[in-house]
């Protein structure tokens, strides 16, 4: 696996360094079989450090935590914990879901867009109909089922994924819905 380990304003010692690699590694190798790459990253908010993990599996699936302590050591150990949770609930799904996949999960590249918000809806002219890009990203689409796709929103705690169906090759989209629900959009079966 690979590490990024790294501090916003913060000197990263190599005894930390060690300890994330030692931790982190152990966690992965009890939970998540594959895992490709972790980026750790340290920061200060206030008086307390926070400590953010984010860990690509190979099976496509992205898990995020973060842990808040007074701290550094302390504030890793807390989010190692909360990936050690919300991997062990997915536990079983990620092995079902390891044994069918031999290879890591296929990334498209796509661009992502920040458009700024609209103040006053009521009265809209024709330029506010193309409203300014404020940001340009790029992000990836990963090639998934439709259950692993709800497993990667689920936990990313995002409210809406985008993917390519690995059945058919499509583009399409999972959200949660204001009733808790999951819904799905896939466009090739749209009439």
Same mark, same amino acid.
């Given at each position: 696996m690979r590490? @990024?380990?790294? /501090?916003?304003?913060? *000197?990263?010692?190599? &005894?930390?360094?060690?300890?994330v690699?030692?931790?982190?590694g152990?966690?992965m190798?009890?939970?998540?079989?594959?895992?490709?790459?972790?980026?750790?990253?340290?920061s200060r908010?206030?008086?307390e450090?926070v400590?953010?993990?984010?860990v690509h599996?190979?099976?496509?699936l992205?898990? @995020?935590a973060? /842990?808040h302590?007074? *701290?550094i050591?302390? &504030?890793?150990?807390?989010?190692?914990e909360?990936?050690?949770k919300?991997?062990?609930r997915?536990?079983?799904?990620l092995?079902d879901?390891h044994k069918?996949?031999?290879?890591?999960?296929e990334?498209?590249?796509?661009?992502?867009?920040i458009?700024?918000?609209?103040e006053?809806?009521?009265?809209?002219?024709d330029?506010e109909?193309?409203?300014?890009?404020? &940001?340009?990203?790029e992000a990836?689409?990963?090639?998934?089922t439709?259950g692993?796709?709800?497993?990667?929103?689920?936990?990313?705690?995002?409210?809406?994924?985008?993917?390519r169906?690995e059945?058919?090759?499509?583009i399409?989209?999972?959200y949660r819905?204001?009733?808790?629900?999951?819904?799905?959009?896939?466009?090739?079966?749209?009439?």
């Open positions: 590490y @990024q380990i790294s /501090g916003k304003q913060i *000197d990263i010692g190599e &005894a930390l360094q060690g300890h690699k030692t931790e982190l152990e966690t190798a009890k939970y998540a079989g594959r895992p490709t790459d972790a980026t750790v990253v340290f908010s206030g008086y450090f400590c953010e993990i984010v599996l190979s099976t496509g992205t898990a @995020q973060k /842990g302590a007074a *701290d050591y302390a &504030a890793f150990d807390s989010g190692c909360k990936m050690g919300q991997l062990r997915y536990k079983r799904r092995k879901h069918a996949r031999p290879d890591p999960v990334l498209s590249a796509a661009d992502s867009y458009l700024a918000a609209t006053d809806t009521e009265d809209v002219e330029e109909l193309n409203p300014p890009i404020i &940001a340009e990203m990836t689409i990963p090639s998934l439709v692993e796709a709800v497993m990667q929103m689920e936990i990313a705690h995002a409210s809406v994924l985008v993917f169906n059945k058919h090759s499509g399409n989209v999972v819905r204001d009733d808790g629900n999951i819904g799905w959009i896939d466009p090739r079966n749209a009439g």
